[in-house]
């Protein structure tokens, strides 16, 4: 089946593959690898997204479930060149971690 939703405020038009997660969908279909997939359970948040304005596990939305969605990842939340003001300070204060869940915290700060 095919799910249209606004993706970091453009259209897109995906085909999604039986019960598959908005995490896979947007990794291995629409080829947007930020947001991490970690647990797949929820829990560590490596996966967050903002689906119609709300901060959610991309991995607990099932793909269908975001049609007629708007779709906001880490990808959405940063400048085309540079790094948002969130980016900026965690580089600034030495926020280091692995980095995995890293795109998360962006989305979710």
Do not use: W, Y
Request: net charge negative; aromatic share 2%.
């Amino acid at each position: 089946m095919m799910v249209s939703f606004t993706l970091n405020g453009a259209a897109v038009a995906a085909r999604v593959q039986g019960p598959e997660s908005l995490l896979d969908l947007l990794r291995d279909e629409i080829g947007l690898k930020g947001s991490q997939g970690a647990c797949h359970q929820g829990e560590c948040g490596s996966c967050s997204i903002i689906l119609d304005g709300s901060l959610v596990c991309s991995c607990l939305v099932m793909a269908a479930d975001a049609e007629g969605s708007e779709v906001v990842t880490v990808e959405g939340v940063s400048p085309t060149v540079g790094l948002s003001g969130v980016q900026e300070a965690l580089h600034r204060a030495g926020a280091v971690q692995c980095g995995f869940c890293t795109p998360g915290i962006v989305v979710a700060a």
